[in-house]
C-alpha cells in the first residue's frame, strides 16, 4: 500500500502554548439541560411539514425461502394509503450493502431472515401505515434455514472468507510446551436497545433532491445509498443529523435502509415522508453485536506463561456481509488482548445464518476476542492452581522482545503494569481475596447458600478504523464578526459527549469562553464525505480537524495584528475573550471585526489524517492501530447458589485516558460502558425460534442492566499521569469503546465463585451470558466434577 504523506497543519507559535482553562474541565454535556427538559429535539420530535406521509413495511413470515409471488390489493386499498411500492419501483440501485453486495433494499426474489422487508407502503398516518402493512400477501416456497454454526458448517457457507494472522511457528510451539489447554467457548450477540429507535423524515427539495433528517451514525453513507437508490447525483442528496438517542454502532450501517424508504417514497409522491419502526419490529429487523464460537489451544510453562496459541474464532455473521469482515478482523486482533503470545495462529471465520445481518457494536469484536484471551488465562491459572491475576501479570506486554503482537505491531505506550499495581493497592485485592478465600472455604465446608467470586482483568484496545480510509475527518469553521465561533464537523452526537469536546477544542484554540462556540448539526452539504462516527475515533479525528480549521484562521488573525500593529507573532495571547500583547488588549470581537474590515477571511475548512497506521491484510502484519487505550478492572461477585442468581457488590475501575478534555464526560463514558459490558455478558440472551423469528423483541423479554444491578459500590477513576507520546488531540485517548471490557472482570468474578464452589476442583464451561440459569448449572457442574475428583483420590 503506498505510504501517504502526513498533513500538519500550519503551526501558530503563540505564548502560551496550546493550554486552556477549557481543557481538563469538568464541563457539562452541551445538551445537558435540554436533556433533562425533554426538550431536545430528536427525528420524531422534528415538526414535520403540511401533509407528512408515515411509511411501513410489509415483513417476511419465513426465514429463509423464495417469493414467488404478492399480491398488495388490501394494502393499496386499506385505509389512508397513498402509496405502496415493492423492488420494482426502485429506480437505481437495490442493494445498500456498506462494503460488499448482499443488502437487499426490498426482496426480490430470495428471503434470508424472518421479517425482511417485501414491500412499503406510506399512508397518512403511522397505524394507518403500519396496519396496512400487515395486508400483504405473498406466496412464498420456504426453505431449511441456517440457524446454527453446525448448520453452516455443513453447508460451508460463509458471508465472506476465512483470514488468519500468523506469528511464528505456533503448530511446533504447542508440541514443544510443557503444559497444554483446549479452550471452548460460546459469547452470545447483543442488542443495541438505543432509546430512540430507527427512524427518518425524508423531505423532497424544489431541486429534484432530498433533505433526510436520519438518526444515523454515518451521514455520508446514507447521502450516497439514497443517491444510488433513488438514482440522483449526491449532490441532490442532503442528510442533517443533529443528536442521536443512542446508536452503539447499530446506527452505523442499518440507518440507511430506512432512510432510502423514506426518501424513495417522498420524492415519489413530493411529500415528506416518516418512517420510524416500532421496537419490537426494530429488534426483530436490526443487526446485533455477533455471536461468537471460540476454540483454542494453548500453550503455556509451569510458571503460566503463554509459549503457543492456535485459535479459531467463529463469528456468526447473519445473512450478509455487511461490516463482519471488519469485525471479525478486530476480534482477531484483540485475541491477545493484553498478553504477549510468542507464537500465534489465530483464524476468524464468517458464518452465514438465515437471521439479520449482524452488524456494528461498541467493540467492534474486540470484546468477542478479548473474551477468549480472559478465558485461556483463567484457565490456566486454575490448572496450575494460581491466582489469576498473577498469571495475568506474567503475561503483559513488556519491553524489548515481549513487545510484538500477533499481527506484528509494537506496542508502545501501553502502561498496564502500572495501572494494575495501582489498583491493586487502592482496591485491596490481597485483601478481600484473602477475606473471600476464607467466606468461600467456610461456606463449602458448612453448606453456606453464598459464595463469592474476585477478578481483576485487563483491556488493552487498539484505536483507529481497520479500514485505512475511514480514518480521515474533516471540519468548518466560521468565525462571525460579534466574536462567536460556528463549528460543523463530519461526527455525530449520540449522547457521548462528542459535541462538548469539540467545542471545547475550539475555544482553547481560540482562547473564547465555551459559550461563544455553536457546534451544529452534521450535515453532508457542510464537510463531505464523513466517516462514521465509530472506533471510539469521533474525538481523536473530528478533534484534530476542528483544531486545524480553528488554527488555519487563527493564523491569518495573527498575520494581521503583526502587520497592523507591528507586534511580534511570539507575544500574541488569546485567552478569556480578549487578545493581548505587551501594553495592549483587545476583546476578541473587536479583533474579528477590525479583521472583517480588513478583508480577512475568518471561514476555513480544517482536515486530519490519521498518520503512521497501516496494514497489509494478504501478509497479516503492519500497524492497524495508532496507539492503545488501556484499564483494569476489578469485580466483586456473590452467588447465591440455591438458584444461581447473583449481585455485583464492588467494582473498581483505572482507566487511562491521556490528558483528559473533559473528565466529566470521560467518567461517565467509563461507568456507561462497564454497565453496558456487564449487560452483555450477565442478562441480556438472545433467543431465535426454531422458525428464525427472534423471541426476545421487546423490554418485557430481554434483560438490559437496570439501575437496580448496578454495583454497590462502584469506584471509577481515571489515570493520572498518563504514558502518551503519540500527538493525539491535546494527548487526550479514546474513551467510546475500551472500557465495555471492563464488563468481563465480572463474568471472570462469576468463574472464581464457581471454582471456590467446586473446592477450587472444577473449572465448568460457563457460557455468556452468564444467566443465572447458566450460574446454576455451572455450580451444579462444579460440585458434581469435585465429588467425582474427591471420589478418584480415595
Not at 134 to 144: F, H, K, V
Not at 237 to 264: P, S
Not at 362 to 379: S, V
Not at 604 to 621: C, F, L, M, S, V
Request: proline share 4%.
Amino acid at each position: 500500500m503506498r505510504k501517504l504523506p502526513e498533513l500538519n497543519p500550519k503551526t501558530v507559535t503563540l505564548a502560551p502554548t496550546e493550554k486552556s482553562h477549557m481543557l481538563g474541565k469538568a464541563t457539562p454535556h452541551e445538551s445537558a439541560k435540554l436533556h433533562l427538559t425533554g426538550k431536545a429535539l430528536y427525528i420524531d420530535d422534528i415538526a414535520a411539514p403540511q401533509g407528512c406521509l408515515h411509511a411501513y413495511v410489509g415483513m417476511a413470515n419465513v426465514a429463509s425461502g423464495l417469493l414467488k409471488s404478492q399480491d398488495l390489493t388490501n394494502v393499496a386499498n386499506a385505509l389512508g394509503v397513498v402509496d405502496v411500492i415493492t423492488v420494482k419501483d426502485i429506480p437505481g440501485q437495490t442493494d445498500i450493502g456498506p462494503v460488499f453486495s448482499g443488502d437487499a433494499l426490498l426482496v426480490d426474489e430470495r428471503i434470508d431472515y424472518f421479517g425482511q422487508p417485501l414491500f412499503a407502503v406510506a399512508a397518512t398516518t403511522r397505524d394507518a401505515a403500519r396496519k396496512a402493512a400487515r395486508l400483504g400477501q405473498a406466496e412464498i416456497e420456504s426453505t431449511n434455514p441456517i440457524l446454527t454454526l453446525a448448520d453452516a458448517k455443513l453447508s460451508n457457507k460463509q458471508v465472506r472468507p476465512s483470514h488468519s494472522l500468523i506469528k511464528g511457528d505456533s503448530k511446533e510451539a504447542l508440541k514443544q510446551s510443557i503444559n497444554t489447554l483446549n479452550i471452548d467457548q460460546k459469547v452470545g450477540g447483543q442488542e443495541h436497545f438505543y432509546l430512540e429507535g430507527q427512524v427518518s423524515l425524508a423531505i423532497p427539495q424544489d431541486n429534484g433532491g432530498v433533505l433526510v433528517h436520519c438518526s444515523s451514525q454515518h451521514p455520508s453513507e446514507v447521502q450516497k445509498l439514497v443517491a444510488q437508490v433513488l438514482n440522483l447525483p449526491m449532490h441532490k442528496v442532503v442528510v442533517d443529523m443533529r443528536r442521536m438517542g443512542g446508536g452503539f454502532g447499530g446506527k452505523e450501517t442499518q440507518a440507511a435502509q430506512w432512510a432510502c424508504l423514506a426518501a424513495l417514497l417522498a420524492v415519489r409522491n413530493q411529500k415528506a415522508v416518516k418512517l420510524r419502526l416500532a421496537r419490537s419490529d426494530d429488534m426483530a429487523l436490526t443487526g446485533k453485536r455477533h455471536p461468537f464460537v471460540n476454540q483454542a489451544q494453548v500453550g503455556f510453562d509451569n510458571a503460566g506463561r503463554i509459549t503457543a496459541l492456535d485459535a479459531q474464532l467463529n463469528g456468526l455473521c447473519g445473512c450478509s456481509p455487511d461490516l463482519s469482515d471488519a469485525i471479525v478482523d478486530r476480534a482477531m486482533f484483540h485475541t491477545d488482548n493484553a498478553y504477549y503470545i510468542p507464537a500465534a495462529t489465530i483464524t476468524g471465520h464468517r458464518w452465514f445464518q438465515n437471521t439479520v445481518s449482524n452488524t456494528a457494536f461498541r467493540g467492534f469484536g474486540g470484546p468477542q476476542g478479548m473474551m477468549l484471551a480472559e478465558q485461556m488465562l483463567d484457565d490456566i491459572a486454575r490448572s496450575l492452581g494460581k491466582d489469576p491475576l498473577l498469571i495475568r501479570q506474567i503475561n503483559l506486554y513488556g519491553e524489548d522482545e515481549r513487545n510484538t503482537t500477533p499481527y506484528h505491531q509494537t506496542v508502545t505506550d501501553v502502561d498496564l503494569p502500572r495501572i494494575i499495581d495501582e489498583l491493586v493497592e487502592s482496591s485491596d485485592y490481597w485483601g478481600r481475596r484473602e477475606a473471600i478465600r476464607s467466606h468461600n472455604q467456610a461456606a463449602v465446608k458448612t453448606g453456606g447458600r453464598y459464595i463469592k467470586g474476585l477478578a481483576l482483568t485487563p483491556v488493552k484496545f487498539g484505536i483507529s478504523f481497520t479500514a485505512m480510509f475511514l480514518n480521515q475527518a474533516g471540519a468548518l469553521v466560521h468565525i462571525y464578526t460579534d466574536g462567536t465561533v460556528q463549528v460543523s464537523h463530519g461526527g455525530t452526537e449520540m449522547g457521548q459527549g462528542l459535541y462538548t469536546k469539540i467545542a471545547q477544542i475550539v475555544a482553547a484554540q481560540l482562547g473564547l469562553p465555551l459559550a461563544h462556540i455553536e457546534v451544529t448539526s452534521t450535515r453532508t452539504d457542510k464537510v463531505p464525505n464523513t466517516s462514521p462516527t465509530a472506533a471510539s475515533s469521533g474525538t481523536d479525528l473530528n478533534g484534530q480537524a476542528a483544531r486545524n480549521a480553528a488554527l488555519t484562521i487563527k493564523q491569518r488573525l495573527v498575520d494581521y495584528l503583526v502587520e497592523t500593529y507591528q507586534v511580534d507573532a511570539q507575544d500574541i495571547e488569546f485567552s478569556q475573550g480578549n487578545v493581548s500583547w505587551p501594553k495592549h488588549q483587545i476583546s476578541f470581537a473587536q479583533l474579528t471585526q477590525e479583521a472583517y474590515l480588513a478583508r480577512i477571511s475568518m471561514s476555513a475548512t480544517g482536515y486530519y489524517r490519521t498518520p503512521k497506521i497501516h496494514y497489509d491484510r494478504e501478509q497479516a502484519k503492519g500497524r492497524p492501530f495508532f496507539y492503545y487505550s488501556c484499564g483494569a478492572s476489578v469485580s466483586e461477585v456473590e452467588v447465591d447458589t440455591y438458584t444461581g442468581t447473583y449481585t455485583v457488590s464492588q467494582v473498581d475501575i483505572l482507566h487511562d485516558v491521556g490528558e483528559s478534555i473533559n473528565p466529566a464526560i470521560d467518567l461517565g463514558q467509563v461507568e456507561g460502558g462497564f454497565i453496558q459490558g456487564m449487560g452483555w455478558l450477565t442478562t441480556e440472551e438472545l433467543v431465535w425460534g426454531q422458525d428464525g423469528r427472534l423471541q426476545t423483541n421487546a423490554g418485557a423479554s430481554y434483560k438490559i442492566p437496570a439501575v437496580g444491578d448496578t454495583p454497590k459500590q462502584f469506584n471509577v477513576a481515571l489515570l493520572q499521569n498518563s504514558k502518551n507520546h503519540e500527538a493525539t488531540i491535546y494527548h487526550s485517548k479514546a474513551v467510546g469503546e475500551p472500557p465495555f471490557m471492563h464488563g468481563i472482570s465480572v463474568w471472570s468474578a462469576l468463574r472464581d465463585a464457581i471454582w471456590a464452589f467446586g473446592g477450587e476442583k472444577a473449572n465448568p464451561q460457563l457460557d455468556a451470558p452468564a444467566t443465572p440459569e447458566r450460574v446454576l448449572w455451572a455450580l451444579q457442574e462444579a460440585k458434581e466434577q469435585a465429588e467425582k475428583t474427591t471420589r478418584g483420590a480415595s
